[in-house]
T-cell receptor, first 112, second 115 residues
Framework: QQQVKQSPQSLIVQKGGISIINCAYENTAFDYFPWYQQFPGKGPALLIAIRPDVSEKKEGRFTISFNKSAKQFSLHIMDSQPGDSATYFCAAGPGSQGNLIFGKGTKLSVKP | DSGVTQTPKHLITATGQRVTLRCSPRSGDLSVYWYQQSLDQGLQFLIHYYNGEERAKGNILERFSAQQFPDLHSELNLSSLELGDSALYFC??????????????FGPGTRLLVL
């Protein structure tokens, strides 16, 4: 019930393409769904977050799509750039202990 | 820069030893969370402190302990270290108690290597 399943584990996209990362959750009590971006040697940084009362949120080239009935949400990166190459984590919360539950991460590589 | 600081950046030690990791939250944040990141387990929640009090425990081993001091900085103590404890340890901070949705800001992490 506390799990967040993320796919794919790794993703290779050409520059200018669309990167899509998917996550699924089980606990319907979750009401906060952030995406974090992590570069090698750095801590995760909040990229964008959504609440379940909206189906989509867009910030620049980054869009979260949220499907409450399916208990799924996804990150779309439009016009992907080599600088977007990083590991992306979806998360959901708060968990039963007030923490965020993280997916296992997707390593994105954008080829020039 | 998230405003969360962690020291040391790297730590190399031997099995059986004890180490202390330090975290200073963002100014004004009352909550500190500790996470362990390993290659095969992703980000695992360890423990949460709010305003000096323990709020929740996650997958934290009995050999590990933490505390949050009156100035709100936090320390994670790891003892009787084993090879499998080698990982990145992150702390994160947030404004409130974590009972409602709120952003967690992560520090740069401490890379622990146990030899």
């Amino acid at each position: 019930q506390q799990q967040v399943k993320q796919s794919p584990q790794s993703l290779i996209v050409q520059k200018g393409g669309i990167s899509i990362i998917n996550c699924a959750y089980e606990n319907t009590a979750f009401d906060y769904f952030p995406w974090y971006q992590q570069f090698p040697g750095k801590g995760p940084a909040l990229l964008i977050a959504i609440r379940p009362d909206v189906s989509e949120k867009k910030e620049g080239r980054f869009t979260i799509s949220f499907n409450k009935s399916a208990k799924q949400f996804s990150l779309h990166i439009m016009d992907s750039q080599p600088g977007d190459s990083a590991t992306y984590f979806c998360a959901a919360g708060p968990g039963s202990q007030g923490n965020l539950i993280f997916g296992k991460g997707t390593k994105l590589s954008v080829k020039p | 820069d998230s405003g969360v600081t962690q020291t040391p950046k790297h730590l190399i030690t031997a099995t059986g030893q004890r180490v202390t990791l330090r975290c200073s939250p963002r100014s004004g944040d009352l909550s500190v969370y500790w996470y362990q990141q390993s290659l095969d387990q992703g980000l695992q929640f360890l423990i949460h402190y709010y305003n000096g009090e323990e709020r929740a425990k996650g997958n934290i081993l009995e050999r590990f302990s933490a505390q949050q001091f009156p100035d709100l900085h936090s320390e994670l103590n790891l003892s009787s270290l084993e090879l499998g404890d080698s990982a990145l340890y992150f702390c994160a901070s947030s404004v409130g108690s974590g009972s409602r949705q709120e952003t967690q800001y992560f520090g740069p992490g401490t890379r622990l290597l146990v030899l």
